[in-house]
Nanobody, 127 residues
Framework: QVHLVESGGGLVQAGGSLRLSCAAS????????MGWFRQAPGKEREFVAA????????YYADSVKGRFTISRDNAKNTVHLEMNSLKPEDTAVYYC????????????????????WGQGTQVTVSS
């Protein structure tokens, strides 16, 4: 069992920045590929970013590429999502997710590929 807790959400103006964090506990964090998803009101949960076990390989949704950066600190069992140049359409509840994976496997973009989920953190971007 892996327990995930997100933090760092909030209200920010368009063009601003936020840094989300996800703290993991329960199993060896470095054995898990991590992802960030988001869900806006009335919409399905969608992929945002993914990272492999050692943090070298990352993958992003086109909608956030160049603005968001995913990273991880295996010594601290955390994964981060740095969000810059935020837009009102980035408003959503953001979730981190985990799944066991091989060393270079990381392009898990389907939410059904993840086993463990956090409770989510709200990000609201005002225009």
């Amino acid at each position: 069992q892996v327990h995930l807790v997100e933090s760092g959400g909030g209200l920010v103006q368009a063009g601003g920045s936020l840094r989300l964090s996800c703290a993991a506990s329960g199993r060896t964090f470095s054995n898990y590929a991590m992802g960030w998803f988001r869900q806006a009101p009335g919409k399905e949960r969608e992929f945002v970013a993914a990272i492999n076990l050692n943090g070298i390989r990352t993958y992003y949704a086109d909608s956030v590429k160049g603005r968001f950066t995913i990273s991880r600190d295996n010594a601290k069992n955390t994964v981060h999502l740095e969000m810059n140049s935020l837009k009102p359409e980035d408003t959503a509840v953001y979730y981190c997710a985990a799944r066991q994976a091989g060393g270079n496997s990381y392009r898990y973009t389907d939410l059904r590929e993840y086993v463990y989920w956090g409770q989510g953190t709200q990000v609201t971007v005002s225009s």
